[in-house]
């Protein structure tokens, strides 16, 4: 019986041209086909890059000199800053648990094996 392996040597010394010539133009086919993709990459690269700085400086002259802004006059009395609004969730032990099983999955461990000291909210 043969194996697919014997087939294959068997299909290649059939042929005319011999194994190491065949490998020898597949690699080289491919290799030639990369460094031209990064020929093409880089060319396309520079063209851009020009044509972005000319984008730039186009921009750059556009935009007319701003004057530097005269200095503000201090205020007599500062604003207090409003107390920030605290929300009560309704159902705290749900979010708790919710929380605590997404740590424990994170971490690998059981829900058990973690303790939640606080939770706060972060904006």
Request: negative net charge.
């Amino acid at each position: 019986m043969l194996t697919n392996m014997s087939l294959w040597v068997m299909a290649a010394a059939n042929t005319s041209l011999p194994f190491l010539t065949v490998f020898v133009l597949g690699f080289g086919t491919v290799f030639v086909g990369l460094l031209a993709l990064i020929l093409i990459i880089t060319l396309l690269g520079k063209i851009m890059g020009r044509s972005a700085a000319k984008e730039a400086e186009k921009a750059a002259k556009a935009v007319p000199a701003q004057q530097p802004a005269a200095p503000a006059v201090a205020a007599a009395e500062p604003e207090a800053a409003p107390e920030p609004a605290v929300e009560e969730i309704e159902d705290r032990q749900s979010m708790v648990a919710a929380i605590s099983a997404a740590i424990a999955t994170v971490m690998g461990e059981d829900v058990s094996g973690i303790r939640i000291l606080s939770i706060t909210k972060v904006n």
